[in-house]
């Protein structure tokens, strides 16, 4: 028996879901820091801002805690909750009249990683493009490429999250990333 | 260049360029984009992207930490519950408003501001007139939490 203080960041998903089911607020509060980041940046990929990211991340773990008990384990909290903040951020642009331009701040950051400032600048410029054509994707595309590069599912993985086979979640991904090759050489 | 090999290591590419491939795959991949031009763009661009994940704002945890702790003691109060708060809270206005009507007589029990609120200096406990009828159901419910109920 797991007691409340042996918790920690290294305890496996299935253990922290079935502790977090009988209430316990630690088991929450380490599913909630273990996987906010992949939750804000696929609802970030699916409304490309900010804002409404953090929100639907807000409500995605709120969702789940909410139906806790029904979650099955067949797949990974991980994709559960994935699935739940895709569907999610998908209800919300459904909801918005028009989708906002990508904020070009985001990708700030990467102009402080690389070996020179001159290489830097030129890497950091490359990947804000590299961001924005990204946008420029189909939903599932877009979704299956940050999916398996940014979060490195795999196709199984996607497809539970996207709600498609493992096979076109391969498919969607390689259209994507040959359609982003296509755009980055124009 | 073996189509296959070419298809086999693009399926690795993400792996690869988040150094999540042991060091002989990673070798392996290496080796093949040492003499492939187009796996070595498709490569190339895997890592922009990379490198394009957006930034994750440092309080977003402590906020989603906090509407489920909040949201879990609403939703653990019964209704009649609530109901019993507000009566309680109403009550407590009331009878602080009363107390207020003749303050002159212990004037430093209370704190007067100068639009008329007032603060109940000895518990901490927040009331004035009129206080619940204008307060939002979340600032309402932050009150009842607040009162233990």
Known sequence: MVKDEDLTGKTPDALLVRRARDGDSR?????VRRHHGVVYRVAFSVLGDR??????????????????SGFRGDAAFRTWLITIATNEARGVLRRRVRRREIALDEASP??????????????????RRALRLLERLPEKQRL????????????????????????AARVNYFHGIRRLKEWMDA | MSEDRCTEVRERLPAYVGGRLDPAAAARVRGHLAGCARCRAESELTALLLRARP?????????????IRYERAT??????????AAVAALTLGIGVASSVSD??????EYAVEEDGAFWLSDDGVIAGVPVLSDLSDAALQTLLADMGT
Request: glycine share 8%; no cysteine; aromatic share 6%.
């Open chain 1, 27 to 31: 088991a929450m509060d380490l599913l």
């Open chain 1, 51 to 68: 804002d409404g990211a953090q929100d639907v991340a807000q409500d995605t773990f709120l969702k789940a805690f909410r139906g806790l």
């Open chain 1, 110 to 127: 990467l102009a402080e990683r690389g070996p020179d400032p001159a290489e830097r600048s030129v890497v950091a410029d490359e990947a």
């Open chain 1, 144 to 167: 299956a490429v940050t999916l398996r590069v940014q979060e490195g599912l795999s196709f199984r993985e996607i497809g539970d999250a996207i709600g498609s086979s493992e096979g």
């Open chain 2, 55 to 67: 930034h994750v704002p440092e309080d977003l945890a402590e906020r989603i930490q906090t509407s």
């Open chain 2, 75 to 84: 939703v653990r109060r019964p209704w009649w519950g609530l109901a019993a």
């Open chain 2, 103 to 108: 303050r002159t007589a212990e004037p430093a």
